[in-house]
């Protein structure tokens, strides 16, 4: 299998140093990036055209950001989630998630195109199959899946058919037929399959073609898969090892941004790869495509 890697242009958006990024999001009446340290419960937001760093500290460990308006997001929290206003920093509960189990925490989650936010839970230690993968419709939270591992990346095809779906620990992309009225999922099949030498499946994101953009724990890389076919197209190369999650942004949704982690690296591990934990932006050939909003239809 022929593909291609990309080595150049690769950028630091910011040296943030997060013990463990995630969640990335462009929000295009901001003009800035969202993403979260999910350990050390912060919320970040870089805008853009000014290079100004924002963070809040969160009450509990976050798992997500996701846009509901132009100064309001909507966080998961362990033990719930949240609305959260970027100006005044009015922090409201929506939900409870996984109260009962406090050894859970939220990891990944997106929002579908009818503005329901798909959250998924994991074990603190990684606890083979202690999460699960809910939807919450702004009055429920029902529970989609179970038996999940970590619970990780998340995409809708550009016919919004079809849900794509990483287990991390299974080195699989599952695709699920996509009800958009009912928030019904049906297994179809295994659209890819990760080999483990590249590293665990993380966070995903699509593009304008339709293809997946996958980052790649312990893989130093991001890698674009074709849904359609298995095929693996390409990789971004990053010069550190835990690439977490990924998303298309800027004023042409040209710049793809990267999250990374350096929890559990060593002393060592640290002093060989001292980028690991920053945020990483790469101008791209391909478009993006904007995330769905929360709480209302997205058109």
């Given at each position: 299998?022929?593909?291609?890697?990309?080595?150049?242009?690769?950028?630091?958006?910011?040296?943030?140093?997060?013990?463990?990024g995630?969640?990335?999001?462009?929000?295009?009446?901001?003009?800035?990036i969202?993403w979260?340290?999910?350990?050390e419960k912060n919320?970040?937001?870089?805008i853009?055209?000014?290079?100004?760093?924002?963070?809040?500290?969160?009450?509990?460990k976050?798992?997500?950001?996701?846009?509901?308006?132009?100064n309001?997001?909507i966080?998961?929290l362990?033990?719930g989630?949240?609305?959260?206003?970027?100006d005044?920093?009015?922090l409201?509960?929506?939900?409870?998630?996984?109260?009962?189990?406090?050894?859970?925490?939220?990891?990944d989650?997106?929002?579908?195109?009818?503005?329901?936010l798909?959250?998924?839970?994991?074990?603190l230690?990684?606890?083979?199959?202690?999460?699960?993968?809910?939807?919450?419709?702004?009055?429920?939270?029902?529970?989609k899946?179970?038996?999940?591992t970590?619970?990780?990346?998340?995409?809708?095809?550009?016919?919004n058919?079809?849900?794509?779906?990483?287990?991390s620990?299974?080195?699989?992309?599952?695709?699920?037929?996509?009800?958009?009225?009912?928030?019904?999922?049906?297994?179809?099949?295994t659209?890819?399959k990760?080999?483990e030498?590249?590293?665990?499946?993380?966070?995903?994101?699509i593009?304008?073609?339709?293809?997946?953009?996958?980052?790649?724990w312990?893989?130093f890389?991001?890698?674009r898969?074709?849904?359609?076919?298995?095929?693996?197209?390409?990789?971004?190369?990053?010069?550190?090892?835990?690439?977490?999650?990924?998303?298309?942004?800027?004023?042409?949704?040209d710049?793809?941004?990267?999250?990374t982690?350096?929890?559990?690296?060593?002393?060592?591990a640290?002093?060989?790869?001292?980028?690991?934990?920053?945020?990483?932006?790469?101008?791209m050939?391909?478009?993006?495509?904007?995330?769905?909003k929360?709480?209302?239809?997205?058109?």
């Amino acid at each position: 299998m022929r593909f291609i890697n990309k080595r150049m242009k690769l950028k630091i958006a910011h040296p943030v140093a997060n013990s463990l990024g995630e969640s990335p999001i462009w929000h295009s009446e901001r003009r800035s990036i969202l993403w979260v340290d999910i350990l050390e419960k912060n919320l970040y937001e870089l805008i853009w055209e000014s290079q100004e760093l924002r963070s809040w500290k969160m009450p509990a460990k976050i798992g997500t950001v996701a846009i509901e308006s132009k100064n309001s997001v909507i966080v998961a929290l362990q033990g719930g989630i949240a609305r959260f206003n970027l100006d005044s920093e009015a922090l409201d509960y929506l939900a409870e998630l996984e109260t009962t189990i406090e050894t859970n925490r939220p990891n990944d989650g997106k929002c579908d195109s009818e503005g329901r936010l798909w959250q998924g839970t994991i074990d603190l230690d990684c606890a083979k199959e202690a999460g699960a993968l809910y939807c919450f419709d702004g009055e429920n939270c029902n529970k989609k899946l179970g038996n999940l591992t970590i619970s990780n990346g998340m995409a809708w095809s550009l016919d919004n058919q079809r849900f794509y779906f990483i287990d991390s620990p299974t080195f699989c992309i599952d695709a699920y037929l996509f009800d958009a009225k009912s928030a019904k999922i049906t297994f179809e099949r295994t659209v890819i399959k990760v080999p483990e030498s590249m590293g665990l499946p993380d966070g995903m994101t699509i593009d304008s073609d339709g293809m997946l953009w996958v980052a790649l724990w312990g893989g130093f890389a991001v890698g674009r898969w074709n849904p359609h076919t298995g095929d693996l197209l390409e990789t971004i190369e990053l010069p550190v090892p835990q690439v977490t999650s990924c998303t298309f942004g800027g004023k042409d949704w040209d710049e793809l941004f990267i999250t990374t982690a350096r929890v559990g690296m060593s002393d060592e591990a640290l002093a060989q790869y001292p980028e690991s934990g920053h945020l990483f932006i790469q101008k791209m050939s391909v478009k993006g495509i904007e995330s769905f909003k929360f709480g209302k239809t997205n058109e």
